[in-house]
């Protein structure tokens, strides 16, 4: 299976830019997406397909990459985005997912 | 408003079977592949199975190829998954998702989730 590493926590303050970053044991194309999960909440699609913003979703949330690095960025941090991030590759079977980004803010 | 509504889960002895069902709304049903994912907090977020957006295909991880079955009746807008011969691994909290197939590749839509817990 295609492993997908993400860094386990990140601490930013309100107003800052922050970098998640995943990377795959394998080649995933462009077929990376990302996803935010508040605490008890549903998981939410932010980014699909690497770059590509969902509906909804502020242009405050990028993503790029190709190949096995890719990054979600948001840019400003604003205390809503206290939540976990999730990186998901959909071009190796099976899909999988990363262990999630915890994002805290000061 | 584009729901997902699923029902079911509970508590079930390992060896014993379940069925969920996940009623869609607000979107066209029949023209989008469906999948299920289930998520726990040691195994994070994993992937179950994937079904075409006229049932014609059917995907599914290893762990759970030839006991659970992914189905759907675009009729009645409805997604379903048949567990047999649960194992405790198999306890996690399953979402249904709209996606993962075809030109809509990520999980665009979640549904709220049904926990199943498999102990005897």
């Known amino acids: 299976d295609t492993v997908l590493t993400q860094s386990p926590a990140l601490t930013v303050s309100p107003g800052e830019r922050v970098s998640i970053s995943c990377g795959a044991s394998e080649g995933v194309n462009s077929y990376m997406h990302w996803y935010q999960q508040r605490p008890g909440q549903l998981p939410k699609l932010l980014i699909y397909?690497?770059?590509n913003l969902a509906s909804g979703v502020p242009a405050r949330f990028s993503g790029s990459g190709s190949g096995t690095d890719f990054t979600l960025t948001i840019d400003p941090v604003e205390a809503d985005d206290t939540a976990t991030y999730f990186c998901q590759q959909s071009w190796n079977d099976p899909n999988t997912f990363g262990a999630g980004t915890k994002l805290e803010l000061k | 408003e584009i729901q997902l509504v699923a029902s079911g889960g509970g508590l079930v002895q390992p060896g014993r079977s379940m069925k969920f069902s996940c009623a869609a709304s607000?979107?066209?049903?029949?023209?989008?592949?469906m999948a299920w994912v289930r998520q726990t907090p040691t195994k994070g977020l994993e992937w179950v199975a994937t079904i075409s957006y006229d049932g014609s295909s059917t995907f599914y991880r290893d762990s759970v190829r030839g006991r659970f079955t992914i189905s759907r009746d675009n009729v009645k807008s409805t997604l379903y998954l048949q567990m047999n011969s649960l194992r405790s691994e198999d306890t996690a909290t399953y979402y249904c998702?709209?996606?993962?197939?075809?030109?809509?590749?990520?999980?665009?839509?979640w549904g709220q989730g049904v926990l199943v817990t498999v102990s005897s």
């Open positions: 607000g979107f066209t049903f029949k023209n989008y592949g």
């Open positions: 397909r690497a770059s």
């Open positions: 998702t709209r996606g993962g197939y075809g030109y809509n590749p990520a999980f665009d839509c």
